[in-house]
């Protein structure tokens, strides 16, 4: 996929389009940022996880902010951008799918909530005017940039 097709669905997979690159991302959304925590967390090759990280952050998903613990060599950490926090409500749109079309017998891993209540929330269309629309009532229309 290339980041240059006029489809910004094809241009996103050129991004994102590895399993890795997600399973990144819950953990960076998750709190991690150092190489070495996203190695264990996700049990990744390291030369996998230096060209998906290299990826985000050319793509201004992520930064490499220094960092140097004492006695230590310098190092980097991966930290998200406002771009790169966005991509929880993609996050939580595939979980929300996985959730009802791949279930497990135990339930969900995490809830969504409503910072500070129980109330339950869930990734969906909003008009301009704050108000949820059904997929089904969503139109995509195609404009004069689509590619013929």
């Known amino acids: 996929m290339s980041v240059d097709s006029p489809c910004s669905i094809a241009r996103s997979l050129g991004v994102f389009g590895g399993r890795w690159t997600f399973l990144i ?3 960076a959304m998750s709190g991690v940022t150092r190489f070495a925590d996203f190695r264990t967390a996700l049990g990744i090759a390291p030369d ?10 050319d793509h201004g998903v992520m930064t490499r902010e220094p960092y140097q613990e004492t006695g230590q060599r310098a190092r980097y950490e991966y930290v998200l951008t406002p771009a790169g926090r966005e991509l929880r409500v993609v996050l939580g749109a595939l979980q929300q799918w996985g959730d009802a079309h791949l279930p497990r017998p135990e339930g969900p891993t995490v809830l969504r909530r409503v910072r500070g209540s129980e109330r339950p929330v869930h990734v969906g269309y909003v008009d301009e005017a704050g108000r949820e629309v059904d997929p089904d009532n969503v139109q995509v229309v195609r404009t004069a940039a689509y590619p013929s």
């Open 48 to 57: 996998v996880l230096t060209e998906r990280l290299g990826t985000l952050v």
């Open 25 to 27: 991302l819950r953990e």
